[in-house]
């Protein structure tokens, strides 16, 4: 079966700090790869999603960038922490056949920038 | 018009009532739906896929698809505390990005013991 793994769970950065978070997949090939961010009780917000090794969109212009070095890792990062930056990240895959296919999420990391 | 459109509530059944959630969409090419559950603090996680017009059943879990109407609904059956959360509609575009969904905003369920 599929898994995804996030990973750290929380984290407290200062700002100014960069960012890495990791997220990967098991049990899948060439899957779709999603990150989000979700303010404290808001929706849910899309950030970036790929579709393989290297191809990346962006889907909110700021301060954030993703990378997918590897068919089954996906990397967001920041050079510079902001306030704003603060929210739960969370990673998601999908299935790449055709049709339409639901996404499925980590368990999240929560960031607080301090 | 947002694409898809949730109720955000908060919603409040008693215990062992039955539980409705409603979700409408813009995109009348969309051919697939999807509710996820969200508990405080967690990730979203998928309870119930459609692709037809009808109900689709899975245990306490109903979900009604109405394509015309352009509407997706979860029903909730003998409603436990367990089931309080925030549940959200999902909705792929019939065009374009195959690859994204449009998440609604999620109502609020709290089910009162």
């Known amino acids: 079966s599929q898994t995804i793994h996030q990973w750290p769970a929380t984290l407290v950065q200062p700002v100014g700090s960069p960012l890495s978070l990791e997220c990967t997949v098991e049990?899948?090939?060439?899957?779709?790869l999603y990150w989000y961010r979700q303010a404290a009780g808001r929706g849910l917000q899309l950030l970036f999603y790929?579709?393989?090794?290297?191809?990346i969109s962006s889907e909110v212009p700021q301060n954030l960038s993703a990378s997918r070095p590897q068919d089954r890792q996906f990397i967001l990062s920041s050079k510079k922490l902001l306030l704003s930056d603060s929210g739960f990240y969370l990673c998601?895959?999908?299935?790449?056949?055709?049709?339409?296919?639901?996404?499925?999420f980590g368990d999240g990391t929560r960031l607080s920038i301090l | 018009q947002k694409e898809v459109e949730q109720n955000s509530g908060p919603l409040s059944v008693p215990e062992g009532a039955i539980a409705s959630l409603n979700c409408t969409y813009s995109d009348r090419g969309s051919q697939s739906f999807f509710w996820y559950r969200q508990y405080s603090g967690k990730s979203p996680e998928l309870i119930m896929s459609?692709?037809?017009?009808g109900d689709k059943e899975d245990g306490r879990f109903t979900a009604q698809l109405n394509k015309a109407s352009q509407y997706v609904s979860l029903l909730i059956r003998d409603s436990q505390p367990s089931d309080s959360a925030t549940y959200l509609c999902a909705v792929p575009p019939s065009s374009g990005s195959a690859r994204q969904l449009t998440f609604g905003s999620g109502t609020q369920l709290t089910v009162l013991p």
């Open positions: 459609i692709y037809s017009n």
């Open positions: 790929s579709v393989g090794i290297g191809q």
């Open positions: 049990g899948t090939s060439n899957p779709n």
């Open positions: 998601a895959w999908s299935a790449r056949t055709g049709g339409k296919q639901p996404q499925h």
